[in-house]
C-alpha cells in the first residue's frame, strides 16, 4: 500500500474528497515564524479549512538577495495547492546543462534535474520572489509583523503566546517556524546549540548578462579539495546565483545579511576552472553565511507545540533540500490536522513528527555526506565520483516522495512511513 501511494500521483478527486471529509469547525493555529516554512505552511494549514494565523518579528516580510532551489518533491505540492504559475513566473527552470565537475573543470557526471518520470519540476528561485509568491497567497488580515514572540504556555484546553510588542495570542496549535535559533524550540526540548561544520558559504547573484556565454538552464557544481562552488539561475534566468564553500576556521555569523569579502571569495577560487574565475572576476559584493546543523532532536512536539522547518530539523544546505523539507512539513501538517478537534490536537501532533523525521533525520544525514563529497573529503576521488554518480537513486526517492498521499496514508490508516520506505537508495550503498 506503501508503495502504491508513493508512486501513485494524487488526483483532484482525492483532495476534493479529503477536503470535504474535513470539520467545520476551525482549528485556531498561531504559526511563529514568517519565512518559506511558516508561510508555506500557514497556505497549506489554511487551504485544509483552519483559521491560521502568522507572527514575524520583523517590520515585513522579506528575504535578502540569494538563490534557493525548488525540486520536484516540494513544487508538486506548491503545485497542487495553487502556487504553480507563481512558481513558473519567478523561478528559472533549471535543467540541461546540469553537471559536476572537478575544480579544473574536467566533467565528474551529471546533475539529475527530474523525477523518475522525467518531469522536470526544478526551479532556481530568489528567496525574495518566493518568499513573496507565499506572502500574496495569505490573506490581508492573517500576517501579523512586528510580533517577535517572546513567551509561550499551554494548558489541557489553549496554548498562549506573548510577544515583545506587548501583544497576546491564544491558539489550539502553535506551529514553531522561527528558523535554526527558534526561540520555541525550548519548550520542546533541553536547549542545545547549532553545530558549526566549519564551512562559510559566500553567496550573492550576478546580472545573465555579464556572462553571455553562460548556459542558461544549467545548475554547476565545480568539487575542489575542501571546497565547492556552485552557480544556478534565478529571477526567471535574468541573474545567476553563485556560493562558493570555503573552510574556516573561526565560526561565522549565521546571517544572511553579512557581508562578505569579494577578495577573499576570489582568491579563495584562484586557479579553478576559468569559467569560476571569470565569473568571480565579476562579482562587486557578495555576502556569507556559516553553515551550522543540529543532530536530530529528541522530540518535535509538546502538548500543542510543534516545531517545523529550521526549528526542527536545520540540515547542511548540501542537498539544497531545507527549505524544501520546511515545504513538505506544512503540507503533512495540514492533512494530519485536517477535521481534527482542539481536544485531539495533542495526540495528532506525534504522528506529524514520526512520519517528517522517518524521513528528514535521513536527509539531514546525507546532507552532511554530500558536504564530504562536494568538498572532496575522500582519500579516492574515484570513489567519491562513484557516490556522486549513485547519488542520482538517492536524488530519485527524494523527488518522487508524495508527501500529500503519504501523509494521508497515515492519516487514514494510521501508517508511520519507515525510512526506507521513503528514500530508498543511499548515494554511499
Ligand atoms: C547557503 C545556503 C543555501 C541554501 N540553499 C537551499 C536550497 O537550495 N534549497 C533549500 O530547500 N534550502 C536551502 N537552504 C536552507 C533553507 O534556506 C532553510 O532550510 C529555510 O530557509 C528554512 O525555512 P524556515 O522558514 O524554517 O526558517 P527561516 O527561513 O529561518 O525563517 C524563520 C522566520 O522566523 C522569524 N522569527 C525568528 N524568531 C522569531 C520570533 N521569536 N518571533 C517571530 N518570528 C521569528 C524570522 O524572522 C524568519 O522570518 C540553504 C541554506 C543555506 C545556508
Redesign the pocket.
Known sequence: MCTDLLTRQPTSNDVKRDMKNSSTESLRVAV???????LSAAHALRRRGMDVTV????KSLGEVGA???IYPNSLRQLERTGLGDAMAEVGARVGSGSQYYRMDGTVVGPILTTDSRGWNGMYGMHRADLLDALARAQPSNAVRTD????GFEQDDTVARLTFANGATAEADVVVA?????S?LQKHVVAPQPPEYSGVR?Y?GLITREKLPQWRDEAHQVWMGDGKHFMVFPVRSGRLLNY?GFVPTTSETVESWSAKGDRDELAASFDGWDPRVVDLLDKVETCFW?G?YDRRPLQSWTRGRLVL????AH??L?HL?????Q?IEDGVALAVLLEGCSPVAVVDVLPRYERLRRARTDVIQAEARQNGLRYDSKYESLEQRDREIANSAAFRKSLYDYDVEQAAIACRDHGEDLPAHAVLSAHAGD
Open positions: 511563529v515564524g514568517g519565512g518559506i516554512g511558516g507572527y514575524e518579528q520583523a538563490g534557493v532551489f510580533h517577535r514572540c517572546i517556524a522561527d528558523g535554526i535559533q526561540v558559504a553567496r556560493v553565511w553553515l517545523l522547518g529550521d526549528a536545520p540540515m544546505p539544497g533540500q531545507g527549505a524544501n520546511a
